[in-house]
């Protein structure tokens, strides 16, 4: 799709450099406008301008910015897509790395939005695993990383209730979705990314509005993030190492839905009382950061989720949640999100917060109440990471735009958390 020449006989895009170079945002907006207002499919980019004025870091935001400004979503019948031609110039050698690493980095959010934008009947738990293998199959036997899915009669002899509580509602069963990549055999560290995989919420029994219905299929958005950045660090072969983990259910209506009043036992031994069965996604990620301590051995975790419709009432749709309980690992993902441009507002952590999840009858509960909820639902996902440092982002409001914040998104799916994940992970080398 791109090509890096020293002259190139393609149109010129067209990009309006007036208002200047500003931010790593405003630059990505830039050069997707001027690709969407292209009348053809072939073009040429000279980036001299940007990389006097930015440095040459910034070329990753070109990049990104044209390749978003082609993206077109997926029809139905499937309609192949257009394709591209590209030509930079006025690249330096030091460059041709950037563009490189770039396009895998989209190539992840084209995959990440197509998942998320995908008809919840077209992606059903198992569907969702085989996309993930399919994925990972792209690369070449050299790169150390390995898929695995355990299924439901594993996750019983695990004792995953959390995740089986809501993935047994459905006829379709559940998943859990493991995969390792191990770019750095010298260095024990594993950073776990942990991302939320329910691929229709009806809500259960606490039953979704009408009005709410139509997003229900893009509530894996997190866990498609993380494939996603899990595949272009392996692709792009980052010395980290970096296991994603993904809890893959539909939660749905039935004769053995969860019930408000229940009680269950989540694989950390932890007692659960069930509030509100649409606050499962906070069920299926409370086994998931346990399983990855426990079972995968991580230093640190990291868990998204489109988890709380609270977070766009209080940020919209421009900027997501985050809450963290260790500062050096926050620290690490503010550089992460500076590089990616993405934007998040860390929410405190105080103890009356704490004292909203705690259970009269079992150790936590599943919702702390009218207020504060995106910060108790992230409160919740804490109580199961077994004292490891703890990220937690809330995308809920980034995941699917309708109209698009930004003019590198289009409708629908944007690939929220995906870019500064990998930049989190690709900063953690020694």
């Known amino acids: 799709m791109i090509r890096l020449v020293k002259a190139s006989s393609l149109p010129v895009l067209p990009v ?22 292209l009348e053809g499919t072939e073009f040429s980019a000279d980036l001299t301008e940007l990389i006097e004025k930015k440095g040459c870091s910034y070329v990753s935001d070109a990049v990104e910015g044209m390749l978003l400004g082609t993206f077109e979503p997926e029809r139905y019948p499937v309609v192949p897509r257009k394709e591209w031609s590209i030509e930079l110039t ?5 460059a041709e790395n950037i563009v490189k690493e ?27 695993a085989r996309e993930v293998r399919q994925l990972f199959s792209r690369l070449t036997e050299e790169v150390n990383v390995e898929v695995e899915i355990l299924d439901k009669d594993k996750m019983k002899e695990l004792g995953m209730n959390a995740i089986l509580s809501i993935g047994l509602s459905s006829a379709y069963d559940p998943y859990l979705c493991i995969i390792r990549y191990k770019g750095n055999p010298c260095d024990d560290r594993i950073t776990a990314l942990v991302g939320k ?15 709410s219905m139509s997003g229900i299929k893009g509530d894996m958005a997190g866990g498609a ?22 809890p893959m259910v539909e939660n749905r209506l039935s004769d053995g839905s969860l019930l408000p009043g229940d009680v269950i036992t989540s694989y950390s031994g932890k007692t659960i009382e069930i509030l509100n069965t649409d606050a499962e ?15 995968e051995h991580a230093y640190r975790v990291l868990d998204i989720a489109t988890l709380t419709g609270c977070v766009c009432s209080c940020l919209g749709f421009g900027a997501a949640g985050m809450l963290c309980d260790n500062e050096e690992f926050c620290r690490d993902f503010e550089r992460a999100y500076e590089k990616s441009g993405e934007r998040y507002l860390r929410f405190p952590i105080y103890d009356e917060y704490e004292k909203l999840i705690d259970s009269d009858i079992a150790d936590v509960k599943n919702t702390g109440g009218r207020f504060a909820g995106s910060i108790t639902a992230g409160l919740f996902i804490r109580r199961f990471a077994e004292q490891a440092p703890w990220l937690h982002l809330d995308i809920a409001g980034t995941a699917w735009v309708d109209p698009p914040v930004f ?12 870019t500064s994940m990998y930049y989190l992970c690709a900063g953690d080398r020694r």
């Open 16 to 37: 309006d450099y007036t208002a200047g170079f500003t931010d790593r945002v405003q630059i990505k907006e830039l050069y997707a406008k001027a690709v969407k207002e």
């Open 102 to 128: 770039t396009e895998t980095l989209v190539e992840g959010i084209f995959w990440t939005r197509d998942m998320t934008n995908r008809p919840g009947n077209l992606l059903r738990p198992g569907d969702f």
């Open 90 to 94: 006025g690249l330096p050698a030091e």
């Open 197 to 211: 995989g329910v691929t229709c919420d009806t809500g259960g029994y606490c039953l979704k509005p009408a009005s």
């Open 281 to 295: 996604g906070r069920l299926i990620l409370a086994d998931s950061v346990t399983y990855a301590v426990r079972g």
């Open 225 to 246: 993030a993380v494939a996603g950045a899990v595949y272009a660090l392996a692709k792009n072969r980052i010395p980290v190492n970096v296991t994603g983990v993904i």
């Open 407 to 418: 003019e590198y998104q289009s409708t629908g799916a944007s690939g929220a958390g995906l």
